[in-house]
């Protein structure tokens, strides 16, 4: 009996499941385990579940790396946060060539940080699921937020605020791709988030495999205030073509201000070097120009799927009406294939119902049902920057609720009605979104209702880029917080012009890592059993594209 129980116990311990426990790694300026954020990824293999808490009234350098090795999983990432505090303003990410990257780290959330000063780019992403959250970054020489060609896959931002970032017509506040070939069926959301005063390039770029553009307020482009193109068909991996993959994008809920010289709101299709043939719904989002002269709501070239609208306001303050849809067939020849110049990929595909437009605007789609027009929609207060409509606004209840979809190019899986509003110009609030709450029995045109109370003309800020108020819905939570990516709704199961450089830009790393051995911190209150794992090598390899100034990191 004595041998039998050794014996059960033996194999007992063999077949048991390794336990682990989490790691909390904490960063400040004393009294903590690190001074440098850079610290705890040079020093340590991250596991799921892992924690790193990060003090605020401090700053902190950039050249910050999370490795390979610093990954977490699905549903159970690796977050680095805010130690929350009432009084504290958040930790300053600072400098460097890209201040913050995430080197082929998957499964990563990024909150509450504000980021600055990165001379390539302030948050460079070459990883799959990959969360900013609450963040301000601010004041980017080049790129605020960059995708890699390769290797990176899903990514979500919300509740965060980009602003005073890009350069010339090649560096974006926001530029964003997927790896079609590793990373299939990826999507890029972008929801609750402050994007203005961009200083070069288009507010958001996306050549992303999907676009769900959920709830914004953008405002003050150098160029377009949204591109949704097709691949960098110059710098993808091995087995991936034009054919492999659609390029879509769902628009909803959004406010976008077009205040600057260039004409374009939206553009749609490809540029020079890649074409989406991919689907473009626009639904419930008030587009308003605020600039004279001409002005196109969407300018269509050189490879869209197909362009769906239903709900949106569109309108000029000023004297003169704008261009509904632009079609650009004069464009150059792409440098790589497909390399036709029509605006659309296979023929017009066009739809919408129950649109506003300025009474004047050209090129209003005759696929188009239930449009109406005015002098005026109807807005409480554009100078105020209220853009809800009044009681006694045309827009209000007229929405179709929900959109028809066109059978011919159905959209797949929308966000068939907006649930929330976009930000009040300003960055909003931690979850501090609001419920769309109807007007009336239908649903309004635009990205407002009537209904929801006085927009304030200085928000009070909670939790939004000064330090954060005592008795604040974050300080209240702590820093156990760690809210997950929001799902608003369920699923349903611009241009450039001859003579007018297309508007192009690098998106791959300058940076070079390389191989070193890793060092394990003691967690004595929390211990676990660690894994070790090869440190990934990554090298760059600078090569000319046909834009010019591409860098294509490569990993063995």
């Known amino acids: 009996m004595r041998s039998f129980s050794k014996a059960a116990l033996a194999l007992s311990l063999v077949t048991a499941p390794c336990l682990a426990w989490s790691a909390t790694y904490t960063v400040g300026p004393s009294g903590r385990q690190y ?92 990883a799959h699921n990959v969360t900013v959250r609450d963040a301000v970054i601010r004041n980017c020489p080049s790129h605020g937020i960059l995708a890699a060609d390769q290797n990176s896959g899903s990514f979500t931002l919300e509740y965060s605020e980009i602003r005073n970032s890009g350069s010339g017509s090649q560096r974006h506040p926001i530029y964003m791709q997927s790896d079609e070939v590793a990373f299939p069926g990826a999507v890029f959301r972008m929801q609750f988030n402050y994007i203005h005063s961009g200083t070069g390039g288009n507010l958001v770029k996306v050549r992303h495999e999907r676009a769900e553009i959920y709830y914004n307020w953008l405002e003050g482009a150098t160029y ?41 709101a939206i553009r749609i299709g490809g540029d020079l070097n890649g074409r ?14 605020t600039r004279s002269g001409t002005a196109n709501a969407v300018m269509v070239q050189l490879g869209a799927g197909s362009l769906e609208m239903h709900n949106n306001v569109i309108h000029q303050t000023s004297t003169g009406s704008p261009t509904v849809i632009v079609e650009n067939s004069s464009a150059e020849t792409p440098y790589c294939g497909p390399t036709g110049t029509s605006a659309w990929d296979a023929g017009r595909k066009v739809a919408g119902s129950n649109n506003w437009v300025k009474s004047g605007a050209g090129n209003v789609p005759g696929e188009w049902t239930g449009t109406r027009n005015g002098s005026d929609p109807g807005l409480t207060s554009v100078a105020q920057w209220n853009l809800r409509p009044a009681s006694s606004s045309v827009l209000v209840g007229n929405g179709s609720n929900p959109p028809p979809t066109p059978t011919a190019f159905p959209f797949p899986s929308p966000q068939l009605i907006p649930l929330f509003d976009p930000p009040s110009r300003a960055k909003l609030d931690l979850n501090g979104q609001r419920s769309r709450v109807l007007s009336g029995a239908r649903l309004s045109i635009g990205a407002l209702e009537s209904a929801g109370g006085t927009e304030p003309a200085q928000p009070v800020r909670v939790n939004g880029s000064q330090p954060l108020q005592p008795g604040g819905a974050s300080a209240a939570t702590g820093a156990a ?12 199961t611009a241009g450039a012009v001859p003579g007018v450089p297309s508007l192009t830009g690098a998106a791959a790393d300058t940076t070079t890592t390389s191989r070193r051995v890793r060092k394990y911190v003691t967690q004595p209150t929390q211990p676990r059993y660690r894994r070790w794992a090869a440190p990934a090598v990554s090298w760059c390899d600078t090569e000319e594209s046909a834009e010019g100034e591409r860098s294509i990191c490569k990993h063995p």
């Open 276 to 289: 989406s043939q991919g689907r473009v719904r626009l639904v419930n989002n008030t587009i308003l120009f």
């Open 224 to 264: 377009q205030a949204l591109e949704l193109i097709g691949p960098d068909c110059a710098t993808q991996q091995s087995g991936w073509n034009a054919g492999l993959r659609r390029e879509d994008s769902d628009i909803v809920g959004n406010v976008i201000v077009q205040s600057g010289s260039w004409a374009n």
């Open 481 to 492: 917080s760690v809210p997950t990516a929001l799902s608003p709704a369920p699923v349903a």
């Open 35 to 126: 001074t440098q954020l850079s610290a705890v990824f040079a020093n340590n293999n991250l596991a799921p579940g892992d924690i790193v808490e990060v003090d605020g009234n401090a700053t902190y350098n950039g050249n910050i790396v999370v490795n390979s090795d610093d990954g977490g999983d699905a549903g159970n990432p690796v977050i680095i946060r805010w130690k929350r505090a009432a009084g504290q303003s958040r930790p300053l990410l600072q400098g460097g060539t890209n201040t913050i990257k995430f080197q082929r780290s998957n499964n990563v959330v990024f909150e509450g940080f504000e980021v600055t000063g990165g001379s390539n780019t302030c948050i460079f992403s070459e």
